[in-house]
């Protein structure tokens, strides 16, 4: 027996100027016009494309690569919480068999890390020193899907502070190789002089990217290089700190003035016309299913509530190629009871979540 279409009803947000009063899902993809015949079951709510993660780690946590079964929580969790489509910046765990998957997002992998040797988190990353790092670049954008994620700075154990790890020659022509792969590029960053020189680099995008300051933001927007703040996991940045307090003090405090004017820093980019997205780095440190909490952080920058929702549904599916909810496009739709446009905090507890056709009631974050 097949599913009935679904006739979803109330107020569809489609795009930050477009709002439908209704629509149906046929056949697993969306439909502007009712079905000629057959049952139809009706959701009433406020609905939006499905939301993006454009930062998270599926089948990695803390200490490295996880089970399959694990991973598969994770991509559950994020399905739950109404994302369903992740851009996996950066995984040692092979996780295309995701992508087979009709009851998981769908997912953008960008390979594995790429890092500078000793300079990074142990088992997340390859660990390589500058004259390899043109074939890796090339490497990791052949093996992911349009991504490449490279480390641009970490702690420096010399200098005590956060150091680059790439000289910008070598990294302007890995960026240049990844391009002529048919790949973007994408870093870590967190201070100020690795924002530099990726830009002028020609990146495409910054991970985090708290070293903004007046000049690398006029840079960044004139190059609309875009950037996904990761707002929740900045907020483990004294615990960073504290961390390395004692062997690198120069460290900890530049790690919390980051921190302070992140929502300054945040700001100011937005203001001057630089593309910012949601992301949440799950998978890290941080648990799945995050992403309402990145939106309503975004709001603490002085984006409006619909900008915020933009960011992480009709905007950032644009920005990866995606679609939003069109004729005939698939139907990755999250219906909400109560209007996310009044308060965004509505988004962390999603009504329906229809993944391909299918809806699937929330269940709550899974880890």
Same mark, same amino acid.
């Given at each position: 027996?097949?599913?009935?279409?679904?006739?979803?009803?109330?107020?569809?947000?489609?795009? @930050?100027?477009?709002?439908?009063?209704?629509? !149906?899902?046929? +056949?697993?993809?969306?439909?502007?016009?009712?079905?000629?015949?057959?049952?139809?079951?009706?959701?009433?709510?406020?609905?939006?494309?499905?939301?993006?993660?454009?930062?998270?780690?599926?089948?990695?946590?803390?200490?490295?690569?996880?089970? %399959?079964?694990?991973?598969?929580?994770? #991509?559950?969790?994020?399905?739950?919480?109404?994302?369903?489509?992740?851009?996996?910046?950066?995984?040692?765990?092979?996780?295309?068999?995701?992508?087979?998957?009709?009851?998981?997002?769908?997912?953008?992998?960008? +390979?594995?890390?790429?890092?500078?040797?000793?300079?990074?988190? %142990?088992?997340?990353? !390859?660990?390589?020193?500058? &004259?390899?790092?043109?074939?890796?670049?090339?490497?990791?954008?052949?093996?992911?899907?349009?991504?490449? /994620?490279?480390?641009?700075? !970490?702690?420096?154990?010399?200098?005590?502070?956060?150091?680059?790890?790439?000289?910008?020659?070598?990294?302007?022509?890995?960026?240049?190789?990844?391009?002529?792969?048919?790949?973007?590029?994408?870093?870590?960053?967190?201070? &100020?002089?690795?924002?530099?020189?990726?830009? #002028?680099?020609?990146?495409?995008?910054?991970?985090?990217?708290?070293?903004?300051?007046?000049?690398?933001?006029?840079?960044?927007?004139?190059?609309?290089?875009?950037?996904? %703040?990761?707002?929740?996991?900045?907020?483990?940045? @004294?615990?960073?700190?504290?961390?390395?307090?004692? /062997?690198?003090?120069?460290?900890?405090?530049? $790690?919390?003035?980051?921190?302070?004017?992140?929502?300054?820093?945040?700001? /100011?980019?937005?203001?001057?016309?630089? %593309?910012?997205?949601?992301?949440?780095?799950?998978?890290?440190?941080?648990?799945?299913?995050?992403?309402?909490?990145?939106?309503?952080?975004?709001?603490?920058?002085?984006?409006?509530?619909?900008?915020?929702? +933009?960011?992480?549904? !009709?905007?950032?599916?644009?920005?990866?190629?995606?679609?939003?909810?069109?004729?005939?496009?698939?139907?990755?739709?999250?219906?909400?009871?109560?209007?996310?446009?009044?308060?965004?905090?509505? $988004?962390?507890?999603?009504? /329906?979540?229809?993944?391909?056709?299918?809806?699937?009631?929330?269940?709550?974050?899974?880890?």
């Amino acid at each position: 027996m097949s599913s009935p279409a679904l006739h979803i009803r109330g107020q569809i947000l489609v795009g @930050p100027d477009e709002v439908l009063e209704e629509a !149906w899902v046929i +056949g697993g993809v969306v439909s502007l016009r009712p079905p000629a015949a057959g049952d139809v079951e009706t959701i009433d709510g406020f609905a939006v494309p499905g939301l993006v993660d454009a930062h998270c780690h599926v089948g990695l946590e803390a200490h490295g690569e996880v089970a %399959p079964e694990r991973a598969e929580e994770h #991509a559950l969790a994020d399905r739950d919480a109404g994302a369903l489509l992740l851009r996996d910046a950066g995984s040692p765990a092979d996780t295309r068999w995701v992508q087979e998957r009709e009851d998981l997002p769908r997912l953008i992998r960008a +390979g594995r890390h790429i890092a500078r040797t000793r300079r990074y988190l %142990p088992n997340f990353a !390859w660990e390589i020193e500058p &004259e390899d790092l043109v074939e890796y670049v090339r490497q990791e954008a052949r093996n992911g899907d349009g991504w490449v /994620k490279l480390v641009g700075d !970490w702690i420096d154990r010399e200098t005590g502070d956060l150091g680059i790890c790439w000289p910008v020659d070598v990294l302007t022509e890995a960026i240049a190789a990844a391009h002529e792969e048919g790949a973007r590029v994408t870093a870590h960053c967190f201070g &100020e002089q690795s924002l530099l020189d990726f830009a #002028a680099a020609g990146t495409d995008c910054i991970e985090h990217a708290t070293g903004l300051v007046d000049e690398t933001i006029d840079i960044f927007a004139d190059q609309q290089i875009a950037i996904v %703040p990761t707002l929740v996991n900045i907020d483990n940045f @004294p615990a960073f700190a504290e961390a390395g307090r004692r /062997k690198f003090p120069t460290y900890a405090d530049h $790690m919390m003035d980051l921190y302070q004017r992140r929502y300054d820093t945040v700001a /100011k980019a937005r203001e001057a016309g630089v %593309p910012v997205y949601v992301g949440t780095d799950a998978g890290g440190q941080l648990p799945h299913g995050l992403v309402a909490q990145e939106v309503e952080a975004l709001t603490k920058t002085g984006m409006s509530n619909l900008e915020a929702i +933009g960011a992480a549904t !009709w905007g950032a599916r644009a920005w990866l190629g995606r679609p939003g909810i069109a004729e005939g496009e698939s139907a990755d739709i999250v219906v909400y009871r109560d209007d996310p446009r009044l308060d965004v905090r509505v $988004m962390a507890d999603p009504f /329906k979540v229809i993944l391909r056709g299918t809806p699937h009631a929330h269940s709550g974050a899974r880890g």
